[in-house]
């Protein structure tokens, strides 16, 4: 069968139900999941709950009810079938919505999954709203979390833009209204809230001569070019400046990329800005700073907040979850500057760094990725640390850059393939990847992923 013909047996199967249970991921790819169909299934009528879990395995299946409902797994479930018939659900009582490599299996669930039909660059909650909108097309305003969902997971990064089937939920949220495209703008982070020198300066994309992790060679830049901050030694942030000023900055930062011979292939990204977000200097205000705020709040434990979020709260929670934010950026610059004053271990084909239980393992690799600019961006780096939820496990991280990516590389599968020799698993995606092994084989593993990539390289 194809996507829309699964999508459309899963919303026949949700239709002959009146309660469902979703059981989602609490990164924002999960999260944004989890509201799309939760939302999409109270407006049609139907009774919802959601539980967040950090991962599907031994240890968390108690989280999944073993009533006769039915169950909706999402961003996960793919990859462990088997376990999930260990709870005895009936095949008509679960849906699975996801994008991870799914486990083959006889249960008989009803697998909804963007992977197995070749969407590489389709995340859970893309496949959500496809979900919804065939339950209702008048769910199309759902657009705007898939859009989210999908940049969170880093859908875009490859290709610099969405793509695919991502593309067409990204034509429905501008039909609709709530999100404008910025087509080929300046591929930058943090244009709604950043000041521009720290923009510039701090973007982990691109290697500007006299600008990347320079940044008081950036405010020279930008004073050159006529671009100062205000009375209150306010710099303005890249959303806010004239289309002129950014064409000046934009030729500028060609000229000395030319100059220095570098590449400007990945210069120019997609930005997607929400128009129903009234704030304008907010982390709200555009997809990639939406889905860091969600991130923070299910890597720090507070999944239902970012929910909350999603949902159109901006009191309270919007108050509570900006706090977070602001906490967990701290924090993942202590573990990028942590890895860059300790160094890493250099292999024929990777970085690797064990950080023990001096950070939370639900960040290491977020500031893993945000590090490899400073190292050797041409091998992936993996990160190991203290599994916090069984010390006598390890929590791997690997992160890598798409010109890699473009060589063979493949993050996931070297991590599953690794990982299963030694007794522990793995999962995520070619960028960006993760696993669970034994204490005892961390070193035996890092020399059988060094080993994967050289064969995937070859």
């Known amino acids: 069968m194809s996507l829309a013909e699964d999508v459309r047996e899963a919303v026949a199967v949700i239709q002959n139900h009146n309660e469902v249970t979703i059981i989602s991921h609490i990164d924002a790819d999960g999260i944004t999941s989890e509201t799309i169909l939760s939302l999409a299934l109270s407006r049609a009528g139907i009774n919802t709950r959601s539980i967040f879990i950090r991962q599907l395995d031994p240890l968390t299946l108690h989280a999944v009810p073993d009533d006769s409902q039915l169950t909706i797994f999402s961003d996960l479930g793919s990859g462990q079938q088997s376990l999930i018939m260990e709870k005895n659900l009936f095949p008509d009582d679960v849906i699975i919505v996801d994008h991870h490599v799914s486990q083959p299996a006889d249960a008989g669930y009803h697998e909804v999954n963007a992977l197995t039909h070749g969407y590489e660059k389709l995340s859970a909650a893309g496949v959500a709203y496809m979900v919804a909108k065939e339950l209702d097309n008048a769910n199309i305003d759902l657009a705007k979390l898939a859009i989210i969902g999908n940049v969170g997971d880093m859908m875009d990064r490859e290709d610099l833009c969405l793509s695919g089937p991502a593309r067409e939920i990204l034509a429905d949220g501008i039909g609709y209204g709530n999100i404008e495209l910025w087509e080929r703008d300046l591929n930058i982070y943090g244009i709604s809230t950043r000041p521009l020198p720290q923009a510039l300066a701090y973007t982990d ?38 289309f002129s000023e950014k064409q000046m900055i934009v030729t500028a930062i060609v000229e000395q990329m030319v100059a220095a011979g570098r590449p400007v292939n990945r210069l120019f990204a997609d930005h997607y800005l929400f128009l129903d977000e009234k704030m304008s200097q907010s982390p709200l205000r555009n997809a990639s700073e939406y889905a860091t705020l969600l991130n923070s709040c299910g890597r720090w434990s507070r999944p239902a907040l970012g929910d909350s ?30 890895i860059v004053d300790t160094g890493v271990s250099e292999l024929s084909h990777i970085l690797y760094l064990h950080v023990g239980d001096r950070f939370p393992d639900t960040i290491v690799g977020i500031g893993a990725g945000m590090a490899l600019s400073r190292l050797n961006p041409q091998k992936p780096i993996l990160i190991m640390c203290v599994d916090q939820m069984d010390p006598e496990n390890t929590k791997v991280s690997m992160r890598t850059k798409p010109d890699v990516i473009a060589q063979g590389v493949n993050l996931q599968e070297a991590l599953c393939e690794s990982a299963a020799k030694y007794g522990g698993s793995g999962g995520g995606h070619r960028i960006a990847a993760g696993a669970f092994i034994p204490k005892t084989a961390e070193k035996e593993f890092v020399y059988e992923v060094n080993e994967t990539i050289r064969r995937q390289l070859a």
């Not at 205000?230 to 303005?236: A, G, L, S, V």
Request: hydrophobic share 30%; aromatic share 8%.
């Open 205 to 242: 994309d691109l290697l500007i001569p006299g600008i990347s992790q320079d940044l008081p060679g950036t405010k020279r830049f930008l004073q050159r070019l006529g671009i100062v901050p205000d009375e209150r030694k306010h710099w303005p942030v890249w959303q806010d400046i004239s």
């Open 309 to 338: 979020i999603c949902r159109g709260d901006r009191g309270g929670a919007y108050t509570e979850a900006y706090k977070m934010l602001k906490n967990h950026r701290n924090c993942i610059r202590e573990v990028l500057q942590y």
